[in-house]
């Protein structure tokens, strides 16, 4: 389970405009049971959110997969997230994939590589964070970032 932790500036709508905190994957040992696999992403889930304190937590919205075995596994470790997010009383935002896509490369079937290629840039970055699920993480905070500068920027409209 990939994890990436971001911060936005001046709105964050350009290169410069986010700041790359943290990032990596959460594993679990290969061969344990399901239960102490989970119990693993939690506690890891757990250690984050108290080492980093941060305002809310973005999440891949589950899409249909046609792999049942993989779409079940990805739906226990989301429903990890959830409740450590919920544990921490932290506000939770889910994005699809083709959301994330159209927010970061404009293009809803937009590549694997081009979504990593605008989270090298976005970050300033000279390299594209690895592994995927790493950079899948870090690509849905900029998403998230970005759609909130977009509602901000509604609401001060609506404020007049």
């Given amino acids: 389970m990939g994890y990436g932790l971001v911060r936005a500036f001046d709105g ?29 992403l939690y506690s890891q889930l757990n250690a ?3 080492r980093f304190h ?8 589950l899409f249909f997969n046609r792999n049942t075995t993989t779409a079940i596994a990805v739906g226990q470790a989301r429903g990890v997230a959830l409740l ?7 506000p939770v ?4 994939p ?17 979504i990593q290629q605008m989270v090298k840039v976005l970050l300033d970055l000279d390299f594209i964070p690895k592994p995927d699920d790493a950079a899948d993480a870090l690509a849905l ?12 920027l509604l609401a001060e409209q609506t404020d007049y």
């Fill in 12 to 40: 964050g709508s350009s290169p410069g405009d986010f700041e790359l905190v943290e990032y990596g994957a959460l594993t679990t040992p290969a061969g344990e049971p399901l239960a102490r696999r989970l119990l693993s």
């Fill in 48 to 50: 984050l959110l108290d």
């Fill in 54 to 61: 941060p305002a809310e937590v973005v999440v891949e919205e």
């Fill in 84 to 90: 450590a997010a919920a544990n921490h009383n932290l």
């Fill in 93 to 96: 935002q889910e994005y699809t």
């Fill in 98 to 114: 083709l959301q994330v896509k159209q927010a970061l490369a404009g293009y809803g079937r937009a590549t694997k590589d081009q």
């Fill in 141 to 152: 905070a900029i998403c998230h970032l970005r759609g909130r500068r977009f509602q901000n």
